[in-house]
Nanobody, 134 residues
Framework: QVQIVESGGGLVQFGGSLRLSCVVS????????IGWFRQVPGKEREGLAC????????QYHDSVKGRFIISRDNVKNTINLQMNSLKPEDTAVYYC???????????????????????????WGKGTLVTVSS
């Protein structure tokens, strides 16, 4: 059974930083891709950053490129999302997810809401809330 647990959410001021962590455990911890997504109530879930497990190659959606960094901490066995220069529009529930298969293509779609299907995300955490105050 796969377990994905996110942590690190909270309240932060405009322009501040926050670091989210994700721990994957269980029988399918040998995933192909791991990624961070977010969702605002009433809107579709959108992809932010993904990392290929075998070589840690990363891809970012344009909305967070240059501000967010996905990385692996081999000591703590976590996948982290460092979020900098946060804006009120970054307020959302942030999810970590894994896929067991390769993505549909080399490059992710421009539309962030299509990232989950592009990467074939199979398992999801329950999310952690990030609130950015203005």
């Amino acid at each position: 059974q796969v377990q994905i647990v996110e942590s690190g959410g909270g309240l932060v001021q405009f322009g501040g930083s926050l670091r989210l962590s994700c721990v994957v455990s269980g029988s399918t911890s040998n995933y192909y891709t791991i990624g961070w997504f977010r969702q605002v109530p009433g809107k579709e879930r959108e992809g932010l950053a993904c990392m290929r497990n075998i070589d840690e190659i990363t891809q970012y959606h344009d909305s967070v490129k240059g501000r967010f960094i996905i990385s692996r901490d081999n000591v703590k066995n976590t996948i982290n999302l460092q979020m900098n220069s946060l804006k009120p529009e970054d307020t959302a529930v942030y999810y970590c997810a894994i896929s067991l298969v390769p993505p549909r293509g080399i490059w992710p779609p421009q539309e962030a809401t299509s990232w989950a299907s592009h990467y074939g995300m199979d398992y999801w955490g329950k999310g952690t809330l990030v609130t950015v105050s203005s």
